[in-house]
């Protein structure tokens, strides 16, 4: 399959920085590189404008950089608790999306798009999760997700509590019970 060369306008995660003449395939140039102003074809004319502006787009790219960085020391450690319905073994009905996760951060007071949240799959179980939050192509944040049943599981979550041996033992002790029953009505039934 035929390559293009694209100069890349900003740094891509796996591809390359500013400036750089990368060969990619044609897809994924023409469908998010090319739309999203991540890189612009290269051509004679594209060069020369591109080494014009450089001073400009570095001094630009180095402000946002800034700015990012000085979210993410404000936003460190920061964590949202996603509330969903999950069965007894901690697997969920549905999943917790990138969507859910950049909705989550919104009302926890960090302002980003689904985009920024760079997650491999969708979360399928409860517990606690750190996914990658991209404010700036250089700067990641970690954001620490809390899925939980109730406010009250993603309490005792966020504390560190084993909520499955909690469910554990309590499971075990009504066995206990249940068995004492049993073993009481048999030996009434003897008599």
């Not at 390359?16 to 003449?21: A, D, I, W, Y």
């Not at 090319?34 to 890189?39: M, N, S, V």
Request: net charge negative.
């Amino acid at each position: 399959m035929p390559m293009i060369e694209v100069i890349l306008m900003q740094r891509v995660e796996k591809l390359g920085q500013m400036g750089e003449l990368v060969s990619v395939r044609p897809g994924y140039a023409r469908n998010y590189l090319l739309p999203q102003g991540k890189a612009i074809r290269a051509s004679k004319a594209n060069l020369e404008r591109f080494e014009q502006e450089r001073v400009q787009l570095e001094a630009q790219n180095l402000k946002r950089r800034e700015e990012a960085e000085r979210v993410a020391e404000r936003m460190d450690g920061l964590s949202v608790i996603i509330i969903r319905q999950a069965g007894e073994s901690g697997g969920l009905y549905g999943s917790v999306s990138a969507r859910d996760i950049a909705d989550a951060a919104k009302e926890a007071g960090l302002t980003i798009g689904r985009s920024q949240v760079l997650l491999e799959q969708p979360i399928k179980t409860t517990g606690l999760t750190t996914v990658r939050v991209e404010l700036h192509p250089e700067v990641h944040l970690p954001l620490t997700v809390n899925v939980a049943r109730s406010p009250e599981e993603a309490e005792k979550q966020a504390r560190g509590e084993d909520l499955r041996a909690e469910q554990q033992a309590e499971d075990e002790s009504l066995e206990a019970e249940l068995a004492a029953e049993l073993s009481e009505l048999g030996a009434a039934s003897e008599e």
